[in-house]
């Protein structure tokens, strides 16, 4: 039986995170049919359509229509989950809205995923990726070369929104099967803007990231694109102290180290008066030897290093073929489509990608499914503190990818326990950023490798529900903490990895780190076009590893439920490199290019990117819309030199951009924003965030007190669940903070 077997699920949605979303619980065995209308749909235009809407049945219905609104009415009453992402107001005009529909049916969930949240300047204006970013600030906090918001190719919040619904979902699930209702979740865009940059978006007063600097290439000297003497490029990723004396010993350079300012010590590479000349030197001498020479150097010694690849490369390589991230399916009119394959690994109860979506008749989809899943009689009160209230974890990782699952879990009630060695998570160095990949959780220490360590942690694992690691590969045998091992102690324990690159293939046992998948990829040389590559600031690869582990283990929590044991799950950045270019790898003979960016690139088209006013930049997206923009800036003379279609198509360096540009830099930001007559948004920076009214309106941030910091600003919630409302309880911890409490109080008399 699969996790989510019997269980129907009515898309409703338009937008990539919805389809995403139910597409990842259709991997996994429910039932879902997608409802969309037979006018066009700007969702279909995209490659990925295909590949999020896989496992599907679609049927074709227009809301807007009585006869078709009382279908689609049948069809929720017949499903278990309803998915909308309809704007606010929409859903209540036509009946679908949560209160509304659990009033008929209290089993149901309904998931509403809005892409600009529910309240708020922004909150009408229609669903573009891009403008998202703009108005949440990652449009300013990507690295640029000059001061501008730079135009990410790749719809990162929007992948991130939709591995984050399908999370909350899943929790959703959970906990209506100990309880039998249904409840209300909300997990906007908003939400996926704040997994996206989880550690980022969080500020204290007087507080710098480290890291900052001009350039796309990486702020950190250790941590930074370089470019070879045969002009091809590579990532060195020494993100810990240990890596990057390994790499000073293979480019013979560790006099660094003895330079004035650094003095031996790593910290003070971040040091804004050392770093120009540590990267100086670090430029010159790569540029002394070709790309495969640095290579073969750099593995010899044990460093963390990519080559900057292509897209096409990486899709159809080993690696991703040796974890089964590349399935082909036939379509009758395209002919054979590559789309991405299964990226959370369930070994028990594993997923599949079947075959494309097909369409059905709205009366076979009304028929429920054999196997209907039934709620509890009687159902179970709510338990307090959010749907995954009583679940415990114990989270072994490190850096993000491991730890941000855990979480992001935390936030929807789970109890989770920070396992850390004597010397902590390598990743404390960051501060702010540790707290905000960190925020929810009780640290204890335990020191694995001693026999006292090792038993209190099986004690633990005997309490525990899941247990959470990214260590490379081979580690947690050693460490006598694999799956076989810990089922032996908890048959109904769940365990996870967070893998670099996979358990197999020939990079299973290199290190991995984000910006390394995000070089071997295409991300970079995508985000770069025609110039040289981009060190994403975001960690695209990071973040969605937690995302889709936080997806993972509700999934194997749901299947636990049925089944009544645990099983081993794995995921890996590498998967993820797959899942958030989603749209850009799947490929079909003919398929269009996929958009490519360029040195700060600022848009794709010369209607769809960012430009600047008089007082700030704003983000638009006026594709098919040039008449109204046209005469909304008082220049109706373009429609006889640009006709609309031949518009939409000009590039972003062209003539139209040109007058485009000047003719929004004449105004003000509200002047355009008021008068564009197209989808737009005010682009804001960084340290605008925590004031911003939109933000604020839709509770976005939360204010508490962090040891240390005094009074911090973060992540208030990943999703709000009606019945069972979560949230943070705590703030990151102090390294060892509750260990002693802990241990007393779980294990008592066992504790040595």
């Not at 682009?683 to 009074?711: C, K, M, Q, V």
Request: aromatic content about 8%; overall charge negative.
């Amino acid at each position: 039986m699969t996790p989510y077997e019997g269980l129907r699920v009515l898309d409703c949605t338009e937008g990539i995170a919805g389809a995403m979303a139910c597409g990842f619980l259709a991997q996994f065995g429910a039932d879902v049919v997608r409802v969309e209308s037979p006018a066009a749909d700007s969702l279909r235009v995209s490659p990925g359509y295909l590949a999020w809407n896989c496992n599907k049945r679609r049927v074709r219905l227009d809301l807007d229509q009585p006869a078709d609104l009382a279908l689609a009415r049948q069809l929720v009453a017949s499903a278990d989950i309803a998915v909308f992402d309809a704007a606010p107001g929409r859903l209540e005009r036509l009946g679908l809205d949560a209160a509304t529909l659990a009033t008929a049916d209290p089993a149901l969930i309904h998931a509403w995923l809005p892409m600009y949240g529910v309240a708020g300047r922004w909150s009408q204006t229609e669903p573009h990726d891009s403008l998202l970013a703009a108005a949440s600030c990652i449009s300013f906090a990507q690295s640029s070369w000059e001061d501008v918001p730079v135009h990410l190719v790749t719809p990162q919040v929007s992948y991130g929104h939709g591995i984050l619904a399908a999370a909350a979902i899943g929790a959703a699930v959970y906990e209506r099967q100990r309880s039998g209702c249904g409840q209300g979740v909300l997990c906007s865009g908003i939400h996926g803007y704040g997994a996206v940059r989880s550690g980022g978006a969080i500020s204290a007063p007087g507080m710098q990231r480290l890291g900052a600097g001009a350039g796309s290439r990486g702020g950190m000297p250790n941590y930074r694109l370089y470019q070879c003497a045969d002009g091809e490029w590579l990532f060195l990723g020494t993100l810990t102290f240990p890596f990057f004396i390994r790499a000073l010993e293979a480019l013979d350079l560790l006099e660094i180290m003895a330079m004035e300012g650094i003095d031996g010590d790593f910290s003070n590479l971040q040091k804004p008066a050392v770093i120009g000349e540590v990267i100086a030197r670090l430029d010159a001498r790569f540029a002394e030897k070709t790309r495969p020479e640095w290579l073969a150097i750099l593995q010899a010694h044990g460093v963390p290093t990519a080559p900057v690849g292509d897209r096409d490369s990486w899709f159809a390589g080993a690696q991703v073929a040796a974890n089964e991230m590349r399935v082909e399916l036939q379509h009758p009119e395209l002919g054979p489509v590559s789309v991405p394959g299964v990226s959370a690994k369930l070994t028990a109860t594993p997923g599949a990608v079947a075959g494309l979506m097909r369409d059905a008749a709205a009366g076979e989809a009304m028929t429920p499914p054999a196997n209907r899943w039934k709620p509890l009689e009687p159902p179970l009160p709510a338990t307090p503190g959010g749907p995954l209230a009583g679940i415990r974890i114990l989270d072994l990782g490190n850096v993000i990818a491991g730890p941000f699952g855990p979480t992001i879990l935390a936030n929807f009630g789970a109890d989770v326990i920070k396992v850390e060695p004597p010397e902590g998570d390598s990743f404390r160095y960051a501060a702010l950023g540790f707290a905000g990949w960190n925020r929810g959780k009780r640290s204890v220490v335990l020191d694995l490798k001693s026999e006292a360590g090792l038993e209190n942690f099986k004690a633990l694992v005997r309490t525990a529900d899941v247990v959470v690691g990214n260590f490379r590969l081979g580690v947690e045998e050693r460490l006598g903490i694999d799956y076989a091992r810990l089922a032996a102690i908890n048959p109904r324990v769940v365990t996870v990895s967070v893998m670099g690159y996979g358990p197999s293939g020939p990079l299973a046992s290199d290190p991995g780190f984000d910006p390394l998948l995000q070089a071997r990829s295409g991300l970079m040389a995508s985000q770069g076009g025609d110039d040289e590559p981009v060190f994403l600031t975001l960690p695209v690869n990071d973040e969605a590893s937690g995302l889709m582990a936080a997806f993972a283990i509700v999934t194997a929590l749901n299947a636990r439920e049925r089944t009544g044991r645990g099983q081993h799950v794995w995921t890996s950045l590498a998967n993820q490199s797959v899942v958030v270019q989603s749209a850009e790898l799947t490929t079909y003979p003919g398929r269009p290019p996929a958009p490519l960016g360029g040195r700060d690139c600022a848009g794709v088209s010369a209607l769809h990117g960012l430009f600047p006013c008089s007082d700030g930049w704003v983000a638009v997206a006026a594709m098919g819309r040039f008449g109204p923009l046209a005469t909304a800036l008082a220049h109706p003379e373009w429609l006889d030199r640009w006709p609309a279609q031949r518009a939409d198509n000009e590039p972003r360096d062209g003539a139209l951009a040109t007058v485009v540009a000047a003719a929004f830099a004449e105004r003000t930001r509200d002047e355009v924003l008021a008068s564009a007559g197209v989808p737009a948004v005010a682009a804001i920076r960084s340290e605008e965030a925590p004031a911003d009214p939109w933000l604020n309106a839709n509770g976005f941030w939360e204010t508490y007190d962090l040891p240390g910091f005094g009074t911090v600003s973060g992540v208030r919630s990943y999703a709000e669940f009606s019945r069972t409302p979560g949230g943070f309880t705590l703030p990151a911890p102090q390294l060892g903070q509750h260990t002693r409490e802990v241990l007393d109080t779980l294990l008592g008399a066992r504790v040595r």
